[in-house]
């Protein structure tokens, strides 16, 4: 059964399409990977999936018990937010945020989830430090942590590997990849790296033409020149 499906969707702002005709679908295990030209609406897709904007057209339906706000987010990040002045631990455990409810306190499960979290990104010794002092390796680690306070089912990341060194980007791609492969966790992912498709299942193109299918079906037809969009030069 499907954890997302997405059908005929038409993204944009103010009546301005972005990108129309979108419909795809996404199940329990999956691990897609969305690519495009620059401008084709790949975050304002995720944002309509997570409910923060409204599609001017289609649907969004979530299915295997999934609800809206039961899905990990990792945004990219701004200047800001890399100067954030919080700990590691503080910032990991408002993942938790979305389930609390009316509590005004964290449970003792959420905490020991924190820590788990954050002991499945190598971060738990970092747990008291200044999110702000972090490398910039370490504090997507606590995001991702933090992202998985969120759910058990299926994180969203956007540029997960932005503006890291390729060591620390390896690094992120084999954690993302485990999370996916050992743990089930089922995968969105934006991305401007053409090497990110290797890990994927999946690939939305979206842009000048739409593709939804296999990884292994989108790099047999970038290989066979099929998409008309590379006469324009690259689309990753």
Known sequence: MAQLTCSGLS??????????GLSFSVNEGDYLCIVGENGSGKTTLMKT????????????????????GE???????TAAQKDFPATVWEVALSGCQARMGRRPFYSRQE????????A???MEGLAG????DLSGGQQQRVLLARALCATRKLLLLDEPVSGLD???????????????????????MISHD??????????????????????????????????????GGSAL
């Not at 999936?49 to 609800?67: C, E, M, R, T, V």
């Not at 899905?71 to 990040?77: N, S």
């Not at 430090?129 to 702000?132: A, D, G, L, T």
């Not at 060591?167 to 050992?182: F, Q, S, W």
């Open 120 to 122: 499945r990104m190598g």
């Open 49 to 68: 999936i997570l409910g923060l904007q409204k599609p001017l057209a289609g649907s969004i339906a979530f299915g295997d018990g999934l609800k809206a």
């Open 11 to 20: 993204l944009g702002y103010e009546r301005r399409v972005i990108c129309a």
């Open 194 to 231: 053409p090497g990110a498709v290797q890990y994927a299942s999946h690939v939305l193109h979206i842009g000048r033409e739409l593709f939804f299918g296999t990884a292994q079906a989108y790099r047999e037809k970038w290989e066979n020149g099929d998409f008309d969009f590379m006469r």
């Open 166 to 188: 390729p060591a620390v980007t390896a690094e992120m791609y084999a954690l993302i990849t485990r999370l996916n492969r050992e743990e089930k966790v089922t995968i969105i």
């Open 111 to 118: 905490k020991e989830e924190t820590r788990r979290n954050l």
């Open 71 to 77: 899905i990990g987010y990792l945004p990219q990040q």
């Open 129 to 132: 430090r200044c999110y702000r």
